[in-house]
């Protein structure tokens, strides 16, 4: 019981695949879901794993936010929520394409192309995207992770 008293998170599972952020935000109003300080899906490789875990700003929100979410929906889909328990330990940190926000800080505004052909560069990557033009200021960062290149456009504000 005491765990659950300093419990500030709440994971989501079973969640569609296509929810974003905003969406999950909407729903926790819907829900009068009370304190929430931030809301990030989580992700393995860049891909949504259909579970998020919202943060709440203190834990004594925590039990009535529980309630609240029994037998929620989002997007028609039922899904399931629990307590997580950080008090004593932070979350996992995250790490590029994997766990909260998929380790990315330019929320909401980025776009991750993944899966090329075996044995291409990043160099070469890198090279292809700059014969295109986005619109807007933006940096590009061309990363293999775990023998999977990924390439990031990621916008500024």
């Not at 860049?46 to 004594?60: E, G, K």
Request: a positive charge; aromatic letters at 8%; hydrophobic letters at 40%.
């Amino acid at each position: 019981l005491l765990a659950l008293s300093q419990a500030r998170h709440i994971l989501l599972k079973r969640i569609p695949t296509m929810t974003t952020p905003a969406d999950i935000r909407r729903m926790l109003t819907r829900y009068n879901v009370q304190g929430v300080a931030d809301v990030a899906l989580i992700y393995e490789k860049f891909v949504p794993t259909r579970q998020a875990l919202i943060t709440l700003a203190r834990p004594n929100f925590l039990r009535d936010n529980l309630r609240e979410l029994t037998n929620a929906t989002l997007s028609g889909q039922v899904f399931t929520s629990e307590e997580v328990d950080y008090s004593e330990t932070e979350p996992p940190p995250p790490e590029l394409g994997r766990g909260p926000h998929a380790g990315v800080d330019n929320l909401g505004k980025n776009v991750v192309l993944s899966y090329f052909p075996s044995g291409t560069s990043p160099r070469s990557i890198q090279t292809i995207s700059e014969k295109y033009s986005l619109a807007g200021s933006f940096d590009v960062s061309v990363r293999s992770v775990k023998s999977v290149t990924f390439i990031a456009f990621c916008f500024e504000a």
